[in-house]
């Protein structure tokens, strides 16, 4: 006999949801907790190595360099900025040769013949395009003063006796010809281009004066004291620094001190007068170092207080902090003895910075602009090549100064995690409820 048809309501089963969703949920929440515990991990490990020790994968950066230097790069940056083609194979050579003054003298071959490679390089047509050959001395002192350092560094990594004698008198009569200039001009600031005068070039440039009374019998002592004497009669009024545009003829301060040029002077004024640099460097600690939004040490491009426009010497300016000026300023803390700047400036360019890491390679920002791998290689790089390692100068930053970062990125990681968190604790709480609900109803 049929039974009639039940009146009684089906319960449908419960919805579920699509496995492949949940797949691609936990995925995400995974990937996104790996990245922030990568980063936790970037901003504690060791990023640079002082002085004396060879910096962790500058040597994988330099291979990243070279193949992109091979591959045209150098074209690419001229056509971001004026000295792109020159400044991406100058900083190059100069990494080679600091991590060569890191090696004993045996050792050294590697790192001199890439230095040697990028000097070429400078020399060529193209190293000079930018340069006016009417200027003193010729294509002016930018062009003079950078090749002069570098090649005087091919000559400080090979033995005493056995220096190249072709080397030896390009760089006597490049040093001769940068003194006559700087004896002959009233201000201090030679022209690197017609008309125009940045004081940062004419730093680099009687350092190199400075090497050669170091590598050969001395020459510009009294040269390198009228210039200092010069320098001090001319700083920016608002900071007492070195200040950013001078005019040509007088040396008279044209623009405030920036952080873009006082990064990269202040490298190479510690190889001129220690103690001026001592003072100079606490200065540009005071006006340019600060902490953005409590997330780690930044340079400003302008000292604090004032705001100004990006150009190309600074790049963008978000929080008014130049990308630029903060990565060359690792290299100019290290120099000066600041170690915990230093050391804080490589964290945060590690986590930052986006490294690519392979075990050939090694590229920041995904390889994108290699002018960026190239001031970082430079920087990590730095030490003194003649003076001693300055006294640290007073601590400016310390080790708590990750915490926040460190919060955000546990912050970061956890996120993903608590929906399903949440989710299972609220399970928690209903089951019991119904559980004695049931037991009740059953007693009944």
């Known amino acids: 006999m049929l039974k009639p048809p039940s009146t ?23 990937a996104v907790s790996v990245c922030a515990l990568l980063g936790a991990v970037r901003l504690v490990v060791p990023a640079t190595a002082g002085t004396t020790g060879e910096p962790p994968g500058v040597r994988r950066q330099l291979t990243f360099l070279r193949a992109a230097l091979d591959g045209g790069a150098g ?31 045996g050792e050294r071959s590697a ?51 056995r220096r190249d004698p072709a080397e030896l008198r390009r760089f006597a009569d490049d040093s001769a010809a940068l003194g006559e200039a700087f004896t002959a001009s009233e201000s201090p600031y030679l022209e690197a281009y017609p008309g125009q ?27 390198a004291d009228r210039w200092l004497q010069a320098v001090r009669q001319r700083l920016d009024p608002r900071t007492g620094l070195l200040p950013h545009e001078a005019e040509p003829g007088t040396g008279a301060p044209a623009e405030v001190a920036r952080g873009s040029s006082q990064s990269l002077g202040q490298r190479f004024l510690v190889e001129i007068d220690p103690a001026f640099a001592a003072d100079q460097y606490r200065r540009f600690l005071d006006h340019y170092v600060v902490t953005p939004l409590g997330l780690g ?37 290290q120099i000066h003895g600041d170690a915990p700047l230093a050391e804080a400036l490589a964290n945060y360019g590690e986590l930052a910075g986006l490294p690519i890491d392979t075990p050939w390679t090694k590229r920041y920002a995904f390889g994108v602009l290699p002018i960026g791998d190239a001031f970082l290689a430079w920087s990590k790089t730095a030490r003194p090549w003649m003076a001693s390692l300055p006294s ?47 037991s009740g109803a059953a007693t009944e």
């Open 8 to 30: 009684a309501q089906v319960t449908p089963p419960p919805r579920t949801r699509p496995r492949a969703g949940r797949v691609l949920r936990l995925l995400v929440a995974v």
């Open 75 to 105: 074209d690419q940056a001229q056509n971001l900025f004026p000295e792109g083609y020159f400044f991406l194979h100058a900083l190059y050579g100069l990494s080679w040769v600091e991590l060569g003054m890191r090696a004993p003298e």
């Open 111 to 161: 790192a001199l013949r890439e230095a040697r490679w990028a000097l070429t390089r400078l020399e060529s047509p193209s190293g000079r395009a930018p340069f006016s050959a009417d200027l003193t001395p010729p294509h002016g002192v930018f062009y003079r003063g950078w090749t002069n350092w570098l090649r005087g560094g091919t000559l400080a990594l090979q033995p005493l006796a």
């Open 197 to 223: 005068a940045w004081p940062v070039d004419s730093t680099v440039a009687m350092a190199s004066l400075r090497l050669h009374d170091t590598l050969l019998p001395p020459k510009f002592a009294a040269t």
């Open 297 to 333: 040490p930044a340079v400003r491009e302008y000292p604090v207080g004032m705001d100004g426009q990006a150009d190309v010497d600074s790049g963008p300016l978000p929080l008014g902090v130049s990308l630029s000026a903060t990565a060359v300023a690792l290299g100019t803390a």
């Open 392 to 438: 640290p100068p007073p601590v400016t930053i310390t080790a708590w100064w990750r915490m926040p970062l460190l919060a955000l990125l546990l912050v970061i990681g956890v996120a993903p995690w608590l929906p399903a968190l949440v989710r299972r604790y609220r399970a928690r709480r209903v089951r019991p409820e119904v559980t004695d609900e049931s």
